[in-house]
T-cell receptor, first 115, second 117 residues
């Protein structure tokens, strides 16, 4: 049973380029969460999605960041016109439908470096 | 206001000994969940243990146990018989639920555990 998959594991972008991060949840999981981890910090919530719905994007910066979880395919976190401050590890987590286990299981993360 | 507090930036323990990593939390919710995750140097986040606010017994998972003291709002992680592979960052997290149907994890800043041979 495959865990949460994220790709790429490492991504290097120059300032002004777009970064696209992908996340495939665990089989049977319909809830996806994105978190950002700055160096020497804990994870900070960004967005919570279900299939074709954004449930909570209160942790997303208002500009340049967007997320989606289409009916088919992985969840995508998109960062447009990246800046050096976007350099961080981005983690995706998934959980089963509400009413089952409360645990969020994390992917290996994507480490974004902006040059 | 910070909702999860981990007061120990770094901890050292001798191999085969037990160690306790502290975590205190702040919430006005009656129902909540507490989690511990391990992050080794390779970077992934590994789920260790979960404690629900209504669970009467402390959670245990192998060598991991959670010392849950609800009145003190603490959820300390106890690792017994430490192994060299336990060296990692450890994060305490609390599940937040909102009236709008959202949920998210709020993390502490973490504790770096080093196991000495």
């Amino acid at each position: 049973n495959a865990g949460v998959m994220q790709n790429p594991r490492h991504l290097v972008r120059r300032r002004g380029q777009e970064a696209r991060l992908r996340c495939s949840p665990m089989k049977g999981h319909s809830h996806v969460y994105w978190y950002r981890q700055l160096p020497e910090e804990g994870l900070k919530f960004m967005v919570y999605l279900q299939k074709e719905n954004i449930i909570d994007e209160s942790g997303m910066p208002k500009e340049r960041f967007s997320a989606e979880f289409p009916k088919e395919g992985p969840s995508i976190l998109r960062i447009q016109q990246v800046v050096r401050g976007d350099s961080a590890a981005y983690f995706c987590a998934s959980s089963p439908p509400r009413g089952e286990t409360d645990t969020q299981y994390f992917g290996p993360g994507t480490r974004l470096t902006v040059l | 206001a910070q909702k999860i507090t981990q007061t120990q930036p770094g901890m050292f323990v001798q191999e085969k000994e037990a160690v306790t990593l502290d975590c205190t939390y702040d919430t006005s919710d009656q129902s909540y969940g507490l989690f511990w995750y391990k992050q080794p140097s390779s970077g992934e986040m590994i789920f260790l243990i979960y404690q629900g606010s209504y669970d009467e017994q402390n959670a245990t998972e192998g060598r991991y146990s959670l010392n849950f003291q609800k009145a003190r709002k603490s959820a300390n992680l106890v690792i017994s018989a430490s192994q060299l592979g336990d060296s990692a960052m450890y994060f305490c997290a609390m599940r937040e639920l909102t009236q709008g149907g959202s949920e998210k994890l709020v993390f502490g800043k973490g504790t770096k555990l080093t196991v000495n041979p």
